[in-house]
């Protein structure tokens, strides 16, 4: 009877014990959690991005490790540099979290481009932040 007592009462110890160390954790969720994805919805439809859209698709330029443009026409750097600073315009006046998925929808979209063609414009659309200087620097897509 003795060890049937003595099991009964580490029983409640233990059970007394696991009580006392039983904690909850509460989340607080802000409106601004909540509407960032939204928000970014709405700031991309409302930056439809043209200019890095004209940048991406009109510039003739080529990644190499200094990200340079080469090209033999003047005009053609002088508008895309235009481009290029009326992008980066566009961008700043977005969050930051939603450069880089409106950089990724505006190539998708655009045209419908597939394959070869949407790899190479993400390709330039991934280094825009980077020639902006703004944060993030480099979009991984």
Known sequence: MGKISLVAVLLLCLLAFTNANTFSVTVAVTEDDLDNPQSCQEQIQSQKLNHCRMYISRSHQHFNDELSMVTDDDHEINQAQE???QCCQELRNMDTQCRCP???KMVMQDCGRQGEEAQRMLGKARYIPRMCNIQPTQCSF
């Open 83 to 85: 481009h290029l600073q």
């Open 102 to 104: 409106a950089l990724k």
